[in-house]
């Protein structure tokens, strides 16, 4: 699996690429209005995108959705609980960041437990759909066991872990998610949040006051 990270937004927001050897890729979490950074690397490694996928419809994962969508003619899945917020996001993007966004429906629901396979073997990627809400309704984590690669969107960060104090959060959600989908996880997992830099469940569970069970 290669992954590259991308923090366009002025609130630290990841975008990234997750792309197999022979160049399949999924976009996670567009953040920002201008993708080009995004969209010129799919470009010169001629990556074959399949989809959009977003953790969460907080304005600042899905800002570039429609960008990435119009650029490359593909889909978007997202977990079915978060569509009232991305309905929300446009109004969320100009209150907080003064820009205007558009955002349109997704065009598959994501489960949990489902498996995103990628690429060619099948499963050269191989993401593991897991619910994991409280800081959003709908948030979901993707976890590749056999990469040990975790994205853990706004529910887990190096050091801490994401808000409960935001409409549709719920911080006895989030215990739960914490304990019981991602503590299990094996310490070597790397973990690519949705803000700042990458982890791993090893290291939060030496450190993270916020994940201790
Ligand atoms: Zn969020
Ligand atoms: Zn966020």
């Known amino acids: 699996m290669l992954v590259e990270r991308f923090a366009l937004n002025p609130i630290g927001t990841n975008t990234y690429v997750i792309a197999t050897e022979n160049k399949d890729a999924f976009i996670l979490d567009p953040c920002a209005t201008d993708m080009t950074p995004v969209l010129t690397y799919v470009q010169t490694h001629q990556l074959s995108v399949v989809a959009v996928i977003n953790t969460h419809c907080h304005f600042d994962h899905v800002m570039g959705n429609e960008?990435?969508?119009?650029?490359?003619?593909?889909p978007l899945w997202l977990h079915s609980v978060e569509l009232p917020g991305l309905l929300e996001a446009p109004s969320m993007a100009e209150q907080w960041l003064g820009?205007?966004?558009?955002?349109?429906?997704?065009?598959?629901?994501?489960?949990?437990?489902e498996v995103l396979d990628l690429g060619d073997?099948?499963?050269?990627?191989s993401l593991q759909v897991m619910l994991t809400p409280g800081h959003s309704p709908g948030g979901l984590c993707f976890y590749d066991a056999q990469a040990g690669v975790l994205f853990s969107g706004d529910t887990l960060f190096a050091g801490t872990v994401g808000r409960t104090d935001?409409?549709?959060?719920?911080s006895q959600d989030l215990v739960s998610s914490l304990r019981d989908k991602l503590w299990p996880l094996p310490d070597h997992t790397i973990v690519y949040p949705g803000h700042e830099d990458e982890t791993?469940?090893?290291?939060?569970?030496?450190v993270n006051p916020y994940f201790h069970f």
């Open 121 to 125: 073997p099948h499963d050269a990627v």
């Open 67 to 74: 960008v990435i969508r119009e650029a490359l003619g593909v």
């Open 166 to 170: 935001l409409k549709g959060s719920n």
């Open 99 to 113: 820009v205007r966004i558009e955002t349109r429906a997704p065009d598959r629901f994501l489960q949990d437990g």
């Open 200 to 206: 791993t469940i090893g290291e939060e569970r030496m």
